[in-house]
């Protein structure tokens, strides 16, 4: 499938899903604080749909609250999609935040150790 419509298709799935993922966990902001969908990526021959997501709080449990959230999500997901293929839902956690805050953390060790 040609990239321009695969990225155009990925774009409008993060558009969605943020909003029914908003609507559909309720007390999210008390809970997470914010959600945030990172990235989604569909697979090539439109299978699946990672969702690639972080929050501030409760880390731990966002993967699993999506889990039991998972079929009203898909199925809202497929009333509003488009697609003569609808792609199944895989839910991610993203962690590259902690990793950058990380190595950045790291990093400006090393170089206070240097201008030392």
Do not use: C, G
Request: overall charge positive.
């Amino acid at each position: 499938m040609n990239q321009d419509r695969i990225k155009k298709m990925e774009s409008k799935a993060q558009r969605l899903l943020s909003e029914i993922i908003f609507e559909e966990i309720e007390d999210s902001e008390k809970i997470f604080w914010i959600i945030t969908i990172t990235r989604v990526k569909i697979s090539s021959d439109l299978s699946y749909l990672d969702v690639f997501l972080s929050s501030f709080k409760e880390k731990k449990i966002l993967p699993k609250t999506l889990a039991k959230h998972w079929y009203d999500i898909q199925k809202r997901f497929n009333q509003k999609i488009d697609l003569i293929k609808i792609p199944k839902i895989r839910f991610r956690y993203d962690d590259s935040w902690e990793n950058y805050v990380s190595i950045d953390s790291l990093l400006r060790e090393i170089k206070e150790e240097i201008d030392k």
